[in-house]
């Protein structure tokens, strides 16, 4: 079974600090895909980023950045100099291929509130 | 191009009564996806459609509901009998033959009085 932890319920931080979203997540499989993705106040999730379990290569886009470490199986975010637009709630979720698609399970979520 | 859509995007029902939501995927993609989320909680999986058939409806709590694509495109979720337990965002999202990423519409809103 899968399983992604998201162990930060809530989070404030006042703008233009950094903050850290962690993510753990549990497989057996040793093919799968990460994700993260934006659920604004509007309700849509907005997809963020795409990490599959052989590239560990971090990846930075803009302000966000993410860290992938198999060892530890975590898939972290960080958002640099946070602004009152990243005022969101964020999913972590694990996907992985069973059946011919891709079933993804998710976190619960963290909620982030940038104060300005 | 235009994303996932879905309507209504707020559904307010009796307890009892029967509820259609629609989903219309991203043009071209052959795979659906249903989730639903409750509040302060992550999406769970529903069912999941390539083309016109339920290859995966595992995710289905009962009976109650139940899903159709007859033409591979749109999407139908049916709710029967309707509790005020089903109270919950609907998701809908979509991708390509052996997508990668899975593409959400801005969701349905169910409550059930």
């Known amino acids: 079974a899968q399983k992604v932890t998201q162990a930060q319920t809530e989070i404030s931080v006042v703008e233009k600090e950094d903050v850290t979203l962690d993510c753990v997540y549990e497989?057996?499989?040793?093919?799968?895909?990460l994700f993260w993705y934006k659920q604004p106040p509007s309700g849509e999730l907005v997809f963020l980023i795409r990490?599959?379990?052989?590239?560990?290569q971090n990846e930075i886009s803009g302000r966000y950045s993410w860290n992938f470490q198999k060892s530890t199986s975590s898939f972290n975010f960080t958002i640099t100099a946070s602004q009152v637009v990243d005022s969101a709630v964020y999913f972590c979720a694990l996907g992985v291929y069973s059946g011919g698609y891709q079933k993804v399970t998710f976190g619960i979520g963290t909620k982030l509130q940038v104060i300005p | 191009g235009a994303g996932v859509s879905q309507t209504p995007s707020n559904k307010v029902t009796e307890k009892g009564k029967y509820v259609e939501l629609r989903c219309d995927p991203i043009?071209?993609?052959?795979?659906l996806y249903w989730y639903r989320q409750s509040l302060g909680q992550g999406p769970e999986f529903l069912i999941y459609f390539q083309g016109t058939g339920a290859a995966d409806d595992s995710g289905l709590p009962n009976d109650r509901f139940f899903a159709v694509r007859p033409e591979g495109s749109v999407s139908t979720l049916k709710i029967q009998r309707t509790e005020r337990g089903d109270s919950a965002v609907y998701l809908c999202?979509?991708?390509?033959?052996?997508?990668?990423?899975?593409?959400f519409g801005p969701g349905t809103r169910l409550l059930v009085l």
């Open positions: 999202a979509s991708s390509s033959t052996g997508g990668e990423t899975q593409y």
């Open positions: 043009s071209g993609h052959t795979a």
């Open positions: 497989t057996r499989d040793t093919t799968y895909y």
């Open positions: 990490r599959n379990s052989f590239d560990e």
